[in-house]
């Protein structure tokens, strides 16, 4: 029998982040990177905390290498429009916060980027993206280089190893067939499986480290109390989507079509952050499933008898 398997979103929430651990996150970067790295630490970041007042479906890993560079983890499970821009933000933001004031720019991290989406961000038919800074020459099409000093003087090859690197993994794209360790990995990502016969770095000890059977009651308590959290959001966003279009497909036969949806969908996300408050979400959650401010949530909690 198959064991039960914690989920990653979970494990990288708590487990990943113990040093003890640090080889199953090394493995699954490894398969990726296609380069071996050693995690010295791993730092505080926006999803670096411990409760349920997280970032709903919102999970960061910033971690340090012995070489020195950054490694972010995301994964997200709800669809964000402006993902891209949460990317370029997320990278930006570990720069800066890791080069201090008066030292010199070539001291500047590497930083490597990955994001593991459960959702269909842009459009392309693959399920794992690259992306690399070059300069291409507008005229002769030639990619700008390194001189020979600046090989010698910072022990790189080429100009894009300076820059941050992305990688996107689309989970739901993947067709479940594991041709290489990376695909053995998105599978166990996709479907909470490791099979027996996939040997990918870090999977065998995944098995072991991620074995729900093994977890303290307090820590089975509080991880199902996790899944019901999102189960509980889920439903509340789903039954906005469909209520909303409903009755505002109704006002809208009577006012207009487009003042009579947007009505409708008023009227429900203040049931949803209604309800939300009544299940005792926090606003920071519940922002995030209804995208208002924190003000307007704590307006209608002032307002709940």
Same mark, same amino acid.
């Given at each position: ?18 040093? $003890?651990n ?20 791993? =730092? ?15 999970v960061d ?6 070489? =020195? ?18 990317m ?10 890791? @080069? ?9 991290? +590497? ?11 842009g ?7 690259? *992306?690399?800074?070059?300069?291409? *020459? ?83 308590? $509080? ?17 906005a989507?469909?209520? =909303?279009?409903?009755?505002?497909e109704? +006002? ?5 079509? @487009?003042?009579?949806?947007?009505? =409708? ?6 049931? &949803? ?7 005792g979400?926090?606003?920071?959650? &519940?922002a ?5 401010? &924190? ?8 307002? &709940?008898?």
């Open positions: 029998m198959a064991k039960e398997l914690i989920r990653f979103d979970w494990a990288l929430k708590r487990l990943l982040r113990d040093k $003890a640090f080889e199953v996150l090394e493995g699954f970067l490894a398969e990726l990177l296609k380069i071996d790295l050693t995690i010295q630490n791993i =730092g505080e970041s926006e999803g670096n905390q411990a409760d349920e007042k997280d970032k709903f479906n919102r890993i910033l971690a340090h290498t012995s070489d =020195g560079e950054i490694v972010i983890v995301e994964l997200q499970i709800d669809s964000e429009v402006d993902y891209f821009h949460r370029l933000y997320g990278v930006s933001k570990a720069i800066i916060d890791h @080069i201090k004031l008066g030292v010199a720019y070539e001291f500047v991290k +590497k930083v490597y980027s990955i994001n593991i989406v459960y959702f269909e961000l459009q392309g038919s693959d399920y794992v993206y690259f *992306g690399k800074t070059e300069f291409v *020459g507008i005229h002769h099409h030639d990619i700008l280089s390194l001189s020979a000093k600046q090989k010698s003087k910072f022990e790189l090859e080429h100009v894009s190893e300076i820059y941050p690197e992305y990688y996107i993994l689309k989970i739901n794209k993947f067709n479940d067939i594991a041709k290489d360790g990376l695909d053995e990995w998105i599978y166990f990502l996709k479907n909470n499986e490791i099979k027996d016969n996939f040997n990918a770095k870090g999977l065998n000890l995944a098995k072991e480290t991620l074995d729900f059977n093994k977890m303290s009651d307090a820590e089975k308590a $509080a991880y199902k109390h996790h899944l019901e959290n999102k189960m509980l959001s889920a439903s509340l966003i789903e039954g989507k469909f209520e =909303g279009m409903f009755e505002g109704i +006002k809208g036969r009577n006012e207009g079509r @487009i003042e009579g949806i947007s009505i =409708g969908e008023e009227r429900k996300t203040l049931e &949803i952050v209604e309800k939300a408050i009544n299940n979400l926090d606003n920071e959650t &519940i995030v499933i209804t995208s208002l401010s &924190i003000i307007e949530i704590e307006e209608i909690r002032k307002n &709940i008898k």
